[in-house]
DNA sequence: GTTCAACCTCGACCAAGCTGGAGGTCAAGC
DNA sequence: GCTTGACCTCCAGCTTGGTCGAGGTTGAAC
């Protein structure tokens, strides 16, 4: 059994944000006679594979519902962890998809200068999201440009 | 010049966003003797850059930045259109290209399960920010999946 | 001159993903 | 048994991009 201290080191995750995943269902412990926690080393996969999947672009909430997915909510074996990262990639895929439309969508535009807010083919990209204005909570992450 | 109402209703932005903005620099409006907002038509147009610029993923404040730049401050004309918007395929580029080599490597993990803190090349990518944990404010808005 | 929608400010609140501090407890070594 | 670092639980705060509501004012029409 580690401790807090232990696995933040290990894993590289610091101690709070180790109990703000356990807050949030995405990890547990075991609590001593002293109510310290204590894991399990499997906790350190599980760690990898969260971190992992933020850094495809998951919320924690995402990664909440695939752990709970797994039978048992078992930390992931190598199987699931083919299973989700399939899953993941098909994500991904789906973003670049989504940014080279846009880019088209901006290299056709640039000497246009119309910018005009009703007829631009910029402007009137086909969707209900943006119609609720571009709000931060309606977005997901992505990553930093010089990040990955 | 219009009032508040005008420029929510022509915009499609909500007239609570156009104070936040006006709050954050991005727009100016003069008063009436009574102390209400009234806009130049060419706010407009810088409504639509914003909302554009948004699009590719800047933020308000690169945006911000982006128009104080502009001499005189001004409402942006064709040619500022095409040089900022150059800018910003750089940058849509570039993220493109990261998710790619993202997506490259997790294909290449895909099957070899191994998800190891410390040696696996999908958790070691060079990176500085995500050291600091992958939170929230340090990342930048990008598209949802299906939006664009 | 009255009515009423549209406007005003200010402050609270939301999400997500945390960090940091205050004030207190536990556990291991000497 | 004392010290000390590691741990505990709240709770506040940060960022971004806004929204919502309360309570009050303006302005245009009738």
Redesign the interface.
């Known amino acids: 059994m580690l401790t807090i201290g232990q696995v933040a080191e290990?894993?590289?995750?610091?101690h709070t944000?180790l109990r703000f995943y356990e807050d949030r269902g995405l990890i547990t412990s075991v609590r001593t006679a002293g109510n310290q926690r204590r894991y399990l080393r499997t906790v350190?996969?599980r760690?990898?594979?969260i971190?992992?999947a933020?850094?495809?672009?998951l919320t924690l909430e995402d990664v909440r519902d695939a752990l709970a997915q797994l039978p048992d909510n078992r930390t992931?074996?190598?199987?699931d962890?083919?299973r989700l990262?399939?899953s993941?990639?098909t994500?991904?895929?789906?973003?670049?998809d989504?940014?080279?439309?846009?880019?088209d969508r901006?290299?056709g535009?640039?000497?246009c200068?119309c910018?005009?807010?009703r007829s631009?083919a910029?402007?009137n990209?086909d969707?209900e999201?943006?119609?609720h204005?571009?709000g931060?909570p309606?977005?997901?992450?992505?990553?930093?440009?010089?990040?990955?």
Chains 1, 2 share one sequence.
Not at 10 to 14: A, E, T
């Open positions: 290990r894993s590289g995750v610091p944000a350190l996969r760690l990898a594979f971190r992992t933020q850094r495809v672009g992931p074996t190598k199987s962890w083919e990262s399939r993941w990639k994500e991904l895929d789906a973003r670049i989504a940014l080279y439309r846009l880019r901006l290299t535009c640039i000497g200068g910018l005009s807010l631009c910029l402007q990209i969707d999201q943006a119609s204005g571009p931060a309606k977005l997901k992450p992505a990553l930093e440009g010089g990040t990955v």
